[in-house]
Each structure stands twice: as C-alpha cells, then as structure tokens.
C-alpha cells in the first residue's frame, strides 16, 4: 500500500514560517545557536581536539535546545503552548543555522 503524501510540504512552509518569526523571538533563538556553538568550541578546546569537518549538530538537538531554552521564556510570556509546529520547527532551524554558521566561521578562521 501506498503512502498517502500530505498536499503542503514542511520544507516548503518553512521559509513562510521563517519569515513569520517574531524578531525577539528569532534574535533569541539565534543567540541559542551560538551559545549551543560554543559549548561545541569549549569541548573540543577542553579535549584539545581539532575543529574539523561539518557541524556536528542536529535538528534534533536543535528542537532540544529549543525546548530547554526558549520554551520556558516563551511560557513567561504567555507565548507557549502553541499549536503552530512551523513556528516550532523554524525557531529549532534558527538554533540550528546559527550554531553551524558559528562553527564554520570559527573553522575556517582556525585553518588560516
């Protein structure tokens, strides 16, 4: 039996979804990414190892970082829970687009 396909696309929601962000919101879960960036840098400083290759985060730890971080300022204000899992998924493709553009600029600045 075939799968059934559903007729709109997550990938093709997001950029409406990305774009939809409240500022505040998207500037947060930017500042998310990087923080979850360098804890990336301080481990590999803490076990001398060299920063190589592709970011080596996920979107799954990337929805995690948004649940332990963003979840409880969203509840404070009154913005959480929502319904909308675009928004969800978006905010966790900030977190995720800002920590592996940390870790390419702080790759390529450490190659030269």
Do not use: C, K
Not at 47 to 61: D, I, K
Not at 79 to 98: G, I, L
């Amino acid at each position: 039996m075939a799968r059934e396909r559903h007729p709109v696309s997550l990938v093709n929601a997001a950029p409406l979804a990305l774009a939809g962000l409240d500022a505040e919101l998207r500037t947060r879960a930017e500042i998310v990414g990087l923080q979850w960036a360098q804890r990336w840098f301080d481990r590999a400083e803490r076990e001398q190892r060299v920063l190589f290759g592709a970011w080596p985060g996920t979107m799954s730890e990337a929805r995690a970082q948004v649940v332990r971080t963003l979840v409880p300022w969203l509840r404070e204000r009154g913005a959480w829970p929502t319904a909308d899992v675009t928004n969800f998924e978006a905010t966790a493709r900030v977190v995720y687009v800002s920590a592996r553009a940390a870790w390419r600029q702080r790759g390529v600045a450490g190659a030269g």
